[in-house]
């Protein structure tokens, strides 16, 4: 809804894409959809929010990038 903020309702299709890009089909429970939630708040102040998504695919990105350096110097 444009709001800033990412809610319950907004996570469900971001949910089921992720899914849909492993090629499995999925529909998320409440329980799902709340810890979904609880991951992408890295903040933990109860919202979503772009900078929370931006610090969530930073960090992902930064051990990736990690793993791979440790593969190629130590493989």
Known sequence: D???VIDSIEVV????D???SFNRVF???RADIES?????DRN?????????????????LIQ???QDLN????G
């Open 2 to 4: 444009r709001n800033g």
């Open 64 to 66: 990736k990038f990690e």
């Open 44 to 60: 933990g102040d109860g919202k979503v929010t772009l900078q929370d998504l931006e610090d969530l695919c930073t960090k992902y």
């Open 18 to 20: 992720a899914y849909k």
């Open 71 to 74: 593969a190629l110097f130590d």
């Open 13 to 16: 299709p971001m949910i089921v």
């Open 27 to 29: 529909s998320p429970s």
């Open 36 to 40: 979904y939630l609880k991951i992408l």
